[in-house]
């Protein structure tokens, strides 16, 4: 595989989930989004460059970057989901006569 491949496949990890009807624009706009925050050297048209695997080079720090914003959403969603899980043990745990008088 190449860097050129390697980084599209990471710039889709990072793109994330796509709409049906979502137009390539917004997503690359994401991703741009995503990465900009982590380097301020990131540009729509690099983005978009690897996206169409146009760039003729990759530099490491750029891959390590997509991973890193992946590693980042990965973690994001596990802390939600633990804390999805604590808040339900918390409700299940709660007395029969409180269970019902408060708003889900």
Same mark, same amino acid.
């Given at each position: *595989?190449?860097?050129?491949? $390697?980084?599209?496949?990471?710039?889709?990890?990072? %793109?994330?989930?796509?709409? !049906? &009807?979502?137009? !390539?624009?917004? *997503? $690359?706009?994401?991703?741009?989004?995503?990465?900009?925050?982590?380097?301020?050297?990131?540009? &729509?048209? &690099? !983005?978009?460059? %690897?996206?169409?695997?146009?760039?003729? &080079? %990759?530099?490491?720090? #750029?891959?390590? #970057? *997509?991973?890193? +914003? %992946?590693?980042?959403?990965?973690?994001?969603?596990?802390?939600? =989901?633990?804390?999805?899980?604590?808040?339900? *043990?918390? +409700?299940? =745990?709660?007395? =029969? #006569?409180?269970?019902?008088?408060?708003?889900?």
């Amino acid at each position: *595989m190449s860097d050129a491949d $390697l980084a599209a496949n990471l710039l889709d990890d990072v %793109i994330g989930h796509r709409g !049906v &009807r979502e137009p !390539v624009k917004s *997503m $690359l706009d994401r991703a741009y989004r995503a990465l900009s925050k982590r380097n301020d050297e990131w540009t &729509r048209r &690099r !983005v978009r460059s %690897i996206f169409n695997k146009e760039a003729t &080079r %990759i530099d490491h720090h #750029e891959i390590e #970057e *997509m991973r890193a +914003v %992946i590693r980042a959403r990965e973690a994001h969603a596990a802390y939600k =989901s633990q804390t999805a899980r604590v808040a339900a *043990m918390a +409700v299940n =745990s709660a007395p =029969s #006569e409180t269970r019902g008088l408060y708003p889900r």
